[in-house]
């Protein structure tokens, strides 16, 4: 019997909670709908698309389907870490983030192996492949494609589909990971309790894939979304890691409700 599969059935109590296995389709807020399906005509990349009577924060607007919404698309193009982006050459401004998440907790290091889920459009990959340079290792899995980036070796599909995991245990060669990063967040629908506990759900699935890939002094970085059910999934990553923070970081914007915590050092009671 692997490690992997010890080490899988050690954590069977902390994750009992978590629903059987079945595809959510994700993007991550830094993935664009208008992207999707390969809307140009806006001529600005990130254009989510907004159905009608969905929510955009605290105001609701009706607008027809398939129209980009005009405020958020004003503000969008205005945005410091958008143009930024464009500049410095990342895919998104969630870059950003990363950035500074790992400035103030090096999560990243040199010569270090990292999986990215949910990766798409590639941004924190592409921080990631920087931070441990040719001797580390970044790879990136998403159900949808991701298109190459120097350092980083792309899966397609779901990184909860046993097939996905074995690929991305090949591509690992047998070896734990320093840490797992989660920028996930599933498609929208605009009732915010839904999206919360969607959100949960797929955090939950990456801590579980986290344990039973990370070495015992490595780190878990997720997104999650004030609201029911976070302080819960926080006590559970309590009972996994030794230490776990919260961090808002600055380039998150404020009227979000996201924020990420941060595990690190796996109890030895799981390993």
Known sequence: ?????????SISAITAGVSPLRRIRTTGLRRCAAARNARRSTAVRGCPIITIGAFCQKRRYIIAKNRVDPLWLRRHQRDPYVRRSRVEGYRSRAAYKLLEIDARERVLRSGARVVDLGAAPGSWSQVAAARVGRQGQVIAVDLLPLQPLPGVTVVEGDFCDAAVVARVEALLGGEAVDAVLSDMAPNLSGVWDRDVAHALELAERALAFAVQHLKENGAFLVKVFQGEGVDAFRHQ????????????PASSRAESREFYLLGRGVRSQLL
């Open 1 to 9: 019997m692997s490690a992997w599969a010890v080490r899988a059935r």
């Open 237 to 248: 990553m309590g009972r996994v890691f030794e230490l776990v923070k919260s961090l808002k």
